[in-house]
Every structure is written in structure tokens, then in C-alpha cells.
């Protein structure tokens, strides 16, 4: 098949969702067929430019190429997916979440614009009319799938993908730190398990690693944890490469995750890879579709009371938590996540 | 800032009643003079029992009795979350820039449902426009949208200086200036209405102004002298030239009184003018009377002269005040008081002012039983159709409706694509399949309507 993958990008920014891109891009190539990534530059202030985004992408015809047909397109994420294609099929990465979960929260920037309500109610109705038109509609977790339904009653099935270092993780002995990659905002709570380190009666050791991509909320944390007085029970690694990102996963005790209602969070499937149990909050959203409490981790209320319990634990029993990180192993895979599977569906006869 | 959680947040049921209505209040409030603040403390105390108000004021001060019915809150220019969170947003607009300049503001940035306490609103944008950082270019470029290149003509005037902001209040209305944004749009009059309807800017719902009949009033016992009164915010458009003319040259003077109680737009040509006419006994220029001492001011009087012209598309509170306490009153024949009930009010017709004013008062010092009659018939109107309760039913009724109808903005999108390819010189075949693909988009986008609050 010849199929473009339709994404949005915004220009000079790589993250997960790239990573995605280019990981369906290779794994439809291996597969034997013909795929490019369209990404169209994204840009999400003032907020009419949203909506002017979506009329945009309404106007493109990628029908055919050159006179060649394109058999089919993918759409990932906000405004790309909405781009008409007679045999267009969705895997969508998040819907643009101010409009929707996060409307009403701290983390909307929406809400402070004088026509934020029209911009919202403008791209509701937008994902109401166009993501119908898909033949087939994939989310890349229930999380996604689950938001989908409750705020635009559309159906679709949730389809898992691997992390992008999957085959390279590794596992080694248990030391003594917990580990967390990922970037620094404050959707990820970093602040928060500061907070739970100081309730610690363990003296439990967190690693941080990943870059600011909030430098207030960055700055703020440091100064938590110099307020606190833990500045030696937190290593900060910044940006790390990906080999000793995997050394750090293959040689902690644990992997520490609470973030706000995640879409997916790679962090869970990696720490399951390399045969660590994860700790987790009840409202941090995709990494609650891997982790089970008592059987692979610890899922807790999103309080420093409750995660420092929780770390607590992990640290005293390493027994516990070796066999809990052996459990999450298995049930990777059990879930048979492979980029075989993905391929197969997406380009399935819808 | 803490770090957050969404839970709690997420996945509200959509539409009013889940959690009740919440809605915004922008309007001046007492001791704002103006009567649009005191039919708020009408209005907010029925509608605080069917929704979670808040009441957005200008001022750092307000009615303290408003605080048991609502949340006030002075407007800092930036709470736009505290707006975007609500259900609907509603505008009190009127035409002077000093009570709702400030609300304009907000109305033509977040969209809302606007009510319309008058029509003509030519002073209100005049005042925003030309007064402290004057733009004469906006001025008159949004009187040519709204009225087109021949009005432009009658604007240039008042900029020139030969012309009141007033006196082209018919002619340059700009009442599509206020309903920019507007997701709805609420009036007193059947003439408004037909007005903001004919606009086709967005729904229109027309309500009787609401208003609490006070306790039976008493009423003097006549004595032979016709004693009048003017009160509210006096205007040019209240006559007052006009009444004090016809008192002059009644041949009855010497049996006539008149009391003005309110605030003058033009106070030492009034006293110019009173004393020119040699009428320092008759007429009483008494300044602005607290809302509480208004009824011993109306029991002590015969009848009201409440004359408008131009009338600016307003429903009077004055008028309703006047009516519970009983009292006969002289109207224009002119927009809503055109339409009240004849055994309510006595007309005046503007052409002939003077001679019809002559007419009523030795109709009412030949007959003052006739005055009795019209100031009971005025109450029973009043207590019949004005009831705040009705008021605020038929309000959330309407507004339900409103608020079900998708926002503006897409339309405005529409707009901005329909001037950017008229400005983009593409012309024939190519401009008619661009502008079809667009339009095409933005109806398939339209057809779903957009979702209540989540």
C-alpha cells in the first residue's frame, strides 16, 4: 500500500509523538509497503490559530499523488487527523486536550483567553463532524479511547505500540535509587515526589532525568529540594543518551511515574521491559492499564503521604519488588505489543 | 503553583442542570444612577434560585443585600477562566458610556448573551471610540459596516462638531456593534425586538422589564393645584424644554407645580431657562432623590411627566416605578410607551408636544378623578405583566436555547475567509472554487453543533 502518515508537528519541537511517527513510518516500510510522514507545522497561539489549523487541514487533497493513488492515510494527532482522505483510518496519539479533560484545570491556557470557549466548543464540534469520517478508529490506549467516547460519544478500540528503545532494555541487579525519565512539566508531578521523598522513613534516593521543558517549574523544584534538605537523595541528570537512559533502567530499584492523567507513558511499558516494578498514581491515566497494585507495582492516591508509603515499601522489600518487576515482564508480554501487530491493523481492510 | 490532579474534573456531564446553571452578571449597580442597577436587585434574587450567579461589577463597592443572592466581584479585566467556566455570560448594555463603557469591552471580546436595555447606542460608541484616545477611523469605519456610506455623511457631522451624539441616535444606532459576539440577545420592546431581529445577528427573545409592585400607595387629597414630577436621569430626550414651555404658556400656570427630581445633563441652561419663563414658583429643580425617599415624592404628586424623545429603544423603569406607586403619567407616543395600554399612560404626540400637554393637564384639573383611574389601571398592568418570577422564568427558557446554538466564531471564520480572498486579487473560476471549498468545509464543520459545557 502506499500510505502517508498525517501528523502535526510544532516546528523545531521532537518528542514522543515523533518518536511515534517515525516508528510507524519504519515498521510500514519493513512490512513491504510505501509510507511518508505529512506533518503539518502546529501552533496553538493566539488561540484562533487553532481553529484556522483545522480549516487548513480540511484543504488539502491527498486523494493521489503525481496521478498515483495514496491507498490510505493515518491520522495521529490534532489538526492532521482531520484531513479528508476517502480511505483514511485514525490512530490517534490525544485529542487537543484543553478542549476536552483538561478544560477547567490549572494546565488549561485555554480558559484564559477571551474566546477560549468559542475556540473549545469550535474544535469540539471540528473532531464531532470530521472524526467520523475515519473507516476505522484506533487510539493508542483506553485512556485515549475512553476520552474519546465520553466527551464526542465516538467509539474506538485502543491499539499499543512499544517504546522506542523496546528491544534494548535490559535488566541488572536492584540498586539503591528509584528512577524517573522523563521531561520536566508539571503534568509529570516531579514536585510532588520530591514532596513524598521528604515523608520517607527509608532514605529512599530518587534519580531524575529528562530535560526542562517548564523552567519555572524546573526551578521551582530545585529549590524543593534544596528547602528540603535532599539535595543528596536526588540525582538530576538532565538530558542523558539513550544507552545510559537504558543503564539506569536496567540497574534501579523501581521506576517512580505519577503523572497527570498520561495518554500512554512509555515510561510504564520500559520499566516492565527491563523487569521493574513501577509505582503510580490512580489519576495518571495510561500507565494504569499496565500496572497492577500488589502485582507489578503500587498504585496510589496522587499525595506525598501515599507515594512516600509506597516508596517506602519498595525500598524495604526487595524481594517483593524483584518479583513484582519479573511479574510486569510477563504481562508485556502477554499483551503482545509489537509494531507487527500495529501494522497488521492499521493497514487491515477497513 | 502545586502540582494538580484532573480527576475530579474530568468527564463532566454536559448541559445545564447537571450541576446547575452558572452564569455571569455584567451590569452597573446601585448607587450607580441608573436604573439598569436597580432592576438587577430585582432580577437577581428570583434568578439566584435556579442558577449560581455571579455578579461582575466596575466598581471596588456594591449593595451589600446582593451578596446573600450571589458572588460579586470586581471586574479586573483578565478572570476570562472565571467566564470561560460558565455556562453563559450575560451583557447589561445601555447608551451611556459611563455605566456600560466597561462592559462593552468585555462583551466584544468573550461572547455572551446581551441584554439590550436600549437600542440606540450611537452615544455609548461614540463616548468609547472619540472620547479618551479618539480613533475617528474606527468611528466611522464602524459606522459605515453597520449603516453604510450615507450615514458615514451624518457622521463626519458630529465629528465636525455640528451635530450631538444624541441627535443622530436614530440615524446611527450601531446596535450591531454590541451583538458582535453575541450568542443571543434579550430586549423590553417589541420595537427592539423587531429591530435586533431584523440584524439576524443571533437569536432574540423579547421579556417584559420585571419590576416588584411596592405596597398599595396613598394618595394625596387634591386641593385644586396639579402638582407634577420629572424624575430620573434627565436627558436631552426627557423634554424637559419642551414641558417647562408648555407650563409657561398654560393659561392655568398659577395651578400647576412641577418638582425635578434627578440627575441633569444640562443643569444651569435648565435654570437659564426656568427663570427666563418666570417660573421660580411653579418649577422646583430638587437634584437627585435617594430610591428610598421616591415614594413619599410620587405619593405627593398627581402626575408623572415621563416624556422621551428620541427615545433610544428603551423599556422605562421609571415607568414601572411610576405605576406602583400609583400614579397617572404623560408618555411620548413613541417606541414601548407607544405600545402600552391607553387607560395606563396619557400620550403625548412629539410633533405637537406643547398643544397635547395643554390638553391633559385641564383634562386633569377639570376631571382629577380621571388621574385616580390611570394610576390604577397602571398598577394592575403592572402586577400582571411585570412580574420578576415570570421574568427570570421566560429569561433561563431563552437562554437555554441560546446557549444550544453553536458560537459565532465559526461564522467569523467564514468571514475572514470570504475578505481575505475578496483582498487577494484571485478573481473568476479560481477565487468561486476556493471559496466553495472553504465554504464547503466550514459547513460540514458547522452541521454538528458544538457541545455545552464539559
Redesign the interface.
Known amino acids: 500500500m502506499r500510505l502517508l502518515i498525517a501528523t502535526a508537528q510544532v516546528p523545531f519541537v521532537r518528542g514522543g509523538a515523533e518518536m511515534l511517527a517515525d516508528g510507524l513510518q519504519e515498521a510500514l516500510t519493513a512490512a513491504g509497503h510505501e509510507a511518508e510522514i505529512v506533518k503539518l507545522p502546529f501552533k496553538w497561539y493566539p488561540p484562533e490559530r487553532l481553529l484556522e489549523q483545522v480549516l487548513a487541514a480540511r484543504l488539502f487533497d491527498l486523494t493521489e499523488s503525481s496521478g498515483t493513488a495514496i491507498d490510505r492515510v493515518i491520522g495521529l494527532r490534532f489538526p492532521a487527523y482531520l484531513l479528508p482522505h476517502p480511505n483514511k483510518v485514525l490512530w490517534l496519539l490525544h485529542q487537543y486536550r484543553t478542549a476536552y479533560d483538561l478544560w477547567g484545570t490549572e494546565l488549561c491556557e485555554l480558559m484564559h483567553a477571551p474566546n477560549g470557549e468559542e475556540v473549545r466548543d469550535a474544535i469540539r464540534a471540528a473532531d464531532k463532524a470530521f472524526i467520523p469520517e475515519a473507516s476505522a478508529r484506533y487510539t493508542i490506549s483506553t485512556n485515549v479511547a475512553t476520552r474519546l467516547k465520553a466527551f464526542c460519544g465516538i467509539d474506538a478500540e485502543a491499539l499499543y505500540h512499544p517504546p522506542p528503545a523496546a528491544a534494548l532494555l535490559r535488566s541488572a541487579p536492584a540498586e539503591d535509587f528509584l528512577f524517573l525519565p522523563s521531561r520536566f512539566n508539571r503534568t509529570k508531578r516531579q514536585l510532588l515526589i520530591v514532596e513524598a521523598l521528604a515523608l520517607c522513613r527509608e532514605p529512599v534516593r530518587v534519580c531524575f532525568s529528562g530535560l526542562a521543558d517548564d523552567a519555572a517549574y524546573a526551578r521551582e523544584t530545585r529549590d524543593r529540594i534544596d528547602g528540603l534538605a535532599l539535595t543528596g537523595r536526588v540525582d538530576w541528570l538532565d538530558s542523558i543518551s539513550d544507552e545510559a537512559k537504558i543503564d539506569l533502567y536496567a540497574r534501579c530499584l523501581g521506576v517512580i511515574f505519577a503523572p497527570i492523567d498520561e495518554d500512554y507513558g512509555y515510561v510504564t511499558l520500559e520499566a516492565m521491559l527491563a523487569r521493574k516494578p513501577v509505582i503510580t498514581c490512580s489519576d495518571s491515566g495510561g500507565p494504569l492499564e499496565f500496572v497492577r497494585g500488589g502485582e507489578t507495582g503500587l498504585v496510589v492516591e496522587p499525595t506525598a503521604g501515599a507515594l512516600a508509603a509506597a516508596m517506602d515499601r519498595l525500598w524495604q522489600d526487595r524481594v517483593t519488588a524483584a518479583r513484582w518487576g519479573e511479574a510486569g515482564r510477563e504481562r508485556y508480554d502477554r499483551l503482545d505489543i509489537s509494531w507487527e501487530r500495529v501494522v497488521a491493523t492499521l493497514t487491515r481492510d477497513a | 503553583?502545586?502540582?494538580?490532579?484532573?480527576?475530579s474534573?474530568?468527564?463532566?456531564p454536559e448541559g445545564f442542570g447537571a450541576q446547575g446553571l452558572r452564569l455571569n452578571w455584567f451590569s452597573p449597580l446601585p448607587p450607580a444612577r441608573t436604573a439598569i442597577g436597580h432592576y438587577a436587585l430585582l432580577v437577581l434574587p428570583a434568578l439566584a434560585r435556579h442558577a449560581e450567579v455571579t455578579v461582575w461589577t466596575d466598581r471596588p463597592y456594591w449593595p451589600t443585600e446582593l451578596e446573600g443572592h450571589a458572588t460579586v466581584r470586581q471586574w479586573d479585566g483578565?478572570s476570562?477562566?472565571e467566564?470561560?467556566?460558565a455556562d453563559v455570560t450575560l451583557y447589561h448594555i445601555g447608551n451611556n458610556a459611563r455605566f456600560h463603557g466597561w462592559i462593552l469591552d468585555?462583551a466584544r471580546?468573550?461572547?455572551g448573551v446581551v441584554v439590550l436595555h436600549e437600542t440606540r447606542l450611537h452615544e455609548l460608541f461614540a463616548a468609547q471610540l472619540l472620547d479618551n484616545a479618539p480613533d475617528e477611523t474606527a468611528y466611522l469605519s464602524a459606522v459605515r459596516q453597520c449603516h453604510g456610506m450615507a450615514a458615514v455623511l451624518h457622521a463626519q457631522r458630529f465629528v465636525r462638531g455640528e451635530a450631538t451624539a444624541g441627535e443622530l441616535a436614530d440615524a446611527i444606532p450601531l446596535t450591531e456593534l454590541a451583538l458582535e459576539?453575541a450568542r443571543g440577545v434579550v430586549v423590553h420592546t417589541r420595537t427592539a425586538f423587531r429591530e435586533v431581529a431584523a440584524l439576524d445577528r443571533c437569536s432574540a427573545l423579547q421579556l417584559e422589564l420585571p419590576y416588584t409592585a411596592g405596597p398599595p400607595p396613598a394618595r394625596r387629597e387634591r386641593d385644586g393645584v396639579l402638582r407634577l414630577v420629572v424624575f430620573g436621569y434627565l436627558a436631552a430626550n426627557r423634554r424637559l424644554h419642551s414641558l417647562l414651555e408648555a407650563i409657561a404658556t398654560f393659561p392655568g400656570r398659577q395651578q400647576l407645580r412641577l418638582d425635578i427630581f434627578g440627575e441633569l445633563d444640562d443643569g444651569e441652561p435648565l435654570a437659564d431657562r426656568i427663570r427666563e419663563l418666570d417660573l421660580g414658583d411653579i418649577v422646583q429643580v430638587r437634584g437627585f432623590v435617594p430610591e428610598a425617599d421616591l415614594d413619599d415624592v410620587l405619593g405627593r404628586s398627581d402626575l408623572a411627566v415621563n416624556l422621551r424623545y428620541p427615545t433610544m429603544g428603551e423599556a422605562s423603569h421609571s415607568q414601572l416605578r411610576i405605576w406602583s406607586g400609583g400614579l397617572a403619567s404623560l408618555v411620548t407616543r413613541t417606541g414601548w410607551y407607544a405600545e402600552l395600554p391607553p387607560e395606563t399612560v396619557g400620550f403625548v404626540d412629539p410633533a405637537k408636544e406643547v398643544a397635547d400637554l395643554h390638553d391633559h393637564f385641564r383634562a386633569a384639573l377639570a376631571q382629577p378623578e380621571t388621574l385616580h383611574a390611570m394610576g390604577e389601571a397602571g398598577r394592575r398592568h403592572l402586577e400582571t405583566r411585570h412580574d420578576p418570577e415570570i421574568y427570570v422564568r421566560d429569561l433561563l427558557a431563552g437562554l437555554d436555547l441560546m446557549t444550544k446554538t453553536?458560537?459565532?466564531?465559526?461564522g467569523e471564520?467564514g468571514a475572514s475567509?470570504a475578505g481575505i480572498v475578496a483582498a487577494s486579487g484571485i478573481r473568476g473560476s479560481a477565487r468561486a472554487a476556493l471559496v466553495r471549498?472553504?465554504a464547503e468545509?466550514?459547513c460540514?464543520?458547522?452541521?454538528?453543533?458544538?457541545?455545552g459545557k464539559?
Open positions: 503553583m502545586p502540582d494538580v490532579s484532573v480527576q474534573r474530568r468527564f463532566r483578565r476570562w477562566p467566564l470561560n467556566s468585555v471580546q468573550h461572547p459576539r453553536p458560537g459565532s466564531i465559526l471564520a475567509v471549498r472553504a468545509e466550514l460540514r464543520w458547522t452541521a454538528v453543533p458544538a457541545s464539559g
